[in-house]
Every structure is written in structure tokens, then in C-alpha cells.
Nanobody, 115 residues
Framework: QVQLVESGGGLVQPGGSLRLSCVAS????????MSWYRQAPGKERELVATITRAGTTDYADSVKGRFTISRDRAKDTGNLQMNSLKPEDTAVYYCNARYASVQYWGQGTQVTVSS
């Protein structure tokens, strides 16, 4: 059974940090590019960061310099380190794995940045 399970979300004050994790199972995760998306209330889902099979990374302008995406092939896990969090980072964050026309989604984890 294919699964992507996110964890690490929560409530944090502005300027704080969170580390999201995504554990993959049921498919060969190392063959897939991995991305993090987020969706705020009333807004469309947006791409936050991507890491390719080769380890190349890319970020949305809004998170560059604050977020870092990584993956651990041995553990079939992807991570998103989020620093200097802002209220506008509040959203449900989703893990995505994609290879050609095939993609999988996690169930999402809530991140709330508020004082």
C-alpha cells in the first residue's frame, strides 16, 4: 500500500522553527522527486520546495533562505526545515512524490504561525 505520512506540524510563534517529515512506503521513493506544497484557507495549493532524485533543490521565492528541503534515501524520508516562520506561512503542508505521470500525496500536516 502506497503511503506518504507527514508529521512535525504544530503551533509556533513568529520567528520560530519547525521541521516537517514525510515517510514513504509501498513504492521506491528514491526514484521519485519529492516536493512540499501548502494550502492556506481560501487559497490554492502552492509549491513550496522540490528536491529531485539527484538532490537538486528549488524553492518558492517566498521561502528562499528560510526553508530547507532534504531527503534521506536510506530511510525513505523527506524533510522540510522551516526557520524564521511568518504568519503567512500558516497552511496545511503536503508531501508529494512524483515520477513521470505518477504522483502520490500525503494527508497533510497543519502549520500555524501565531503569537
Amino acid at each position: 500500500q502506497v503511503q506518504l505520512v507527514e508529521s512535525g506540524g504544530g503551533l509556533v510563534q513568529p520567528g520560530g522553527s519547525l521541521r516537517l517529515s514525510c515517510v514513504a512506503s509501498g513504492f521506491t521513493f528514491s526514484r521519485y522527486a519529492m516536493s512540499w506544497y501548502r494550502q492556506a484557507p481560501g487559497k490554492e495549493r502552492e509549491l513550496v520546495a522540490t528536491i529531485t532524485r539527484a538532490g537538486t533543490t528549488d524553492y518558492a521565492d517566498s521561502v528562499k533562505g528560510r526553508f530547507t528541503i532534504s531527503r534521506d534515501r536510506a530511510k525513505d524520508t523527506g524533510n522540510l526545515q522551516m526557520n524564521s516562520l511568518k504568519p503567512e506561512d500558516t497552511a496545511v503542508y503536503y508531501c508529494n512524490a512524483r515520477y513521470a505521470s505518477v504522483q502520490y500525496w500525503g494527508q497533510g500536516t497543519q502549520v500555524t504561525v501565531s503569537s
